[in-house]
């Protein structure tokens, strides 16, 4: 276990990487935890536990109960690595989108780094899909897509090292609290990927418990309850908005296939006009 000091703020904050929760109690008082680190167990007092462990949190396991409570199924699967190079005949800042009904190759390019590739795509049997080769799956259902880019990336993936490849979820809970345990984060209201807010949210969240703790610091119940109650309209929001952002992303059907496309060309029409516009504004546009 590496314990090192973060410096980086008003006090000194110790981190320990390799360190995980095994058992949680909440006494009342306090919350005393047995912590695994190198082999080794042993216990501590906390004031406050906040479990931020993402989507299958151990946190949330350990004191709220099994994963299939809160976790909701989306039919749906993701694979996200980063390409070593570019895909041919395309500028490195440049993004490409391959998406079909039920499937979708995504390439998001940076100017300063590597793209990275996501694969998603549809299925009603998402336990199915974790059994066996990632890269076979994948292949099998991109077979029929005849797409240099597509290809590329599928051959990039033998060649990756690490990559993630996980069923999609959205995590829902009546409450985010549980005496001085509190979740945050993906471990909390997992928005999934496709409403783009994981780790926006994730920062609010963050942001908006230490308001709370800092109006109501002798009334912990109180402070907790503050802050759900204004965060869940939040929440709540964008992750009924993921169903929506889904079908751009991956899209359903065949005719939900065609309304993305409609839509895509229509906001890049109007973001064409916006940018012309405003470089007429600024003198920089260029006339014949």
């Not at 989306?74 to 800042?93: G, H, K, N, T, Y």
């Not at 993906?186 to 783009?196: E, H, K, T």
């Not at 807010?197 to 908006?208: I, K």
């Not at 065949?254 to 405003?278: D, F, I, M, N």
Request: aromatic share 8%.
């Amino acid at each position: 276990m590496a314990r090192h000091p973060w410096r980086r703020t008003d006090e000194p904050i110790e981190v320990r990487f390799a360190t995980k929760p095994v058992e949680i109690d909440d006494t009342g008082g306090h919350v005393r935890v047995l912590l695994e680190a190198a082999g080794a167990r042993y216990h501590e007092n906390f004031d406050l536990v906040v479990g931020a462990d993402g989507l299958r949190s151990g946190v949330r396991r350990l004191v709220f109960g099994p994963h299939e409570n809160y976790m909701t199924d989306w039919d749906a699967m993701i694979c996200a690595f980063q390409l070593r190079e570019q895909v041919p005949s395309f500028a490195e800042s440049d993004s490409i989108i391959s998406a079909r009904a039920g499937r979708a190759v995504w390439v998001f390019g940076f100017a300063d780094r590597p793209p990275t590739a996501l694969l998603t795509y549809r299925t009603e049997d998402t336990g199915g899909q974790l059994a066996g080769s990632r890269i076979e799956q994948l292949r099998a259902v991109f077979s029929d897509v005849d797409n240099p880019a597509v290809r590329h990336v599928l051959d990039s993936l033998e060649q990756t090292p690490d990559f993630l490849f996980d069923s999609v979820h959205q995590v829902k809970m009546p409450r985010w609290s549980k005496g001085r345990v509190v979740l945050m984060g993906d471990a909390a209201w997992c928005p999934n990927l496709y409403s783009g807010m994981g780790a926006g949210s994730a920062l609010r969240g963050g942001v908006e418990l230490g308001k709370a703790l800092g109006e109501t610091p002798d009334d912990l119940d109180m402070a907790l309850t503050a802050w759900e109650s204004r965060l869940r309209p939040f929440i709540g929001r964008h992750q009924r908005v993921a169903r929506l952002k889904q079908q751009m992303f991956v899209p359903s059907s065949r005719p939900a296939e065609a309304l993305r496309s409609v839509v895509l060309r229509v906001g890049c029409t109007v973001r064409q006009r916006q940018s012309a516009k405003s470089r007429a504004e600024n003198g920089s546009a260029s006339f014949r």
